[in-house]
């Protein structure tokens, strides 16, 4: 059974730093292209960053470009999400999203449930 | 960059066909992803390359993609349909994914 669970999230204050990680199980992680998709409360979803197989190569939604570093483990079937100067804006929930696939047909086949980041003084 | 359009809400009673669109300039050249997300949970995909279904998503609900628009339609809406629903496409001048700002479906 595919699981992805996330960890890290809590309260910060604005202009702090948290690292989120996302464990994975299940299936091949180093096979699947992650991604990480926020949801501020009570709002839509907005992709934050992705991250290819062998971490070599990782994009960033503008909103975060420069704040937030993607990475991976495959060692240890982990993704994460180093995110900096944080605002009050990023608050949100975090999820972890696994590709199938990378194409233009590809899409988010699983989900973990989510970490929740909130920022504020 | 990319914009997608949902209406923020559509109510249906309980047995009749639910359309929920997307808008996007000349979406139909691009893969229309759709995800369900109900109270308190993850979103799951419902919906995949514009008409394609997951497995385990009953054949009520299908996907149409033309022109400038993509539509999700659920037939013989139950009550366990209600939910929010986003589609998704890839925006490959940025490499990025987008999504559209969500459809309430209220059952009535």
């Known amino acids: 059974e595919v699981q992805l669970v996330e960890s890290g999230g809590g309260l910060v204050q604005p202009g702090g730093s948290l690292r989120l990680s996302c464990a994975a199980s299940?299936?091949?992680?180093?096979?699947?292209?992650m991604h990480w998709v926020r949801q501020t409360p009570g709002k839509g979803l907005a992709w934050v960053s992705h991250?290819?197989?062998?971490?070599?190569?990782?994009t960033y939604a503008e909103s975060v470009k420069g704040r937030c570093v993607i990475s991976r483990d495959n060692t240890k079937n982990t993704l994460y999400l180093q995110v900096n100067s944080l605002r009050v804006e990023d608050t949100a929930v975090y999820f972890c999203?696994?590709?199938?696939?990378?194409?233009?047909?590809?899409?988010?086949?699983?989900w973990g449930q989510g970490s929740l980041v909130t920022v504020s003084s | 960059s990319y914009v997608l359009t949902q209406p923020p809400s559509v109510s249906v009673a309980p047995g009749q066909t639910a359309r929920i669109t997307c808008g996007g300039r000349n979406i139909g050249r691009l893969s229309v992803h759709w995800y369900q997300q109900k109270a308190g949970q993850a979103p799951v995909p419902v919906i995949y390359?514009?008409?394609d279904r997951p497995s385990g998503i009953p054949e009520r609900l299908s996907g149409s993609n033309a022109g400038n628009t993509a539509t999700l339609t659920i037939s013989g809406v139950e009550a366990g349909d209600e939910a929010d629903y986003y589609c998704q496409v890839w925006d490959s001048t940025g490499d990025h994914w987008v999504f559209g700002g969500g459809t309430k479906l209220t059952v009535l």
């Open positions: 991250i290819n197989t062998d971490g070599s190569r990782t």
């Open positions: 999203v696994r590709m199938r696939g990378h194409s233009t047909s590809s899409f988010y086949d699983y």
């Open positions: 390359s514009d008409t």
């Open positions: 299940g299936f091949t992680f180093n096979n699947y292209w």
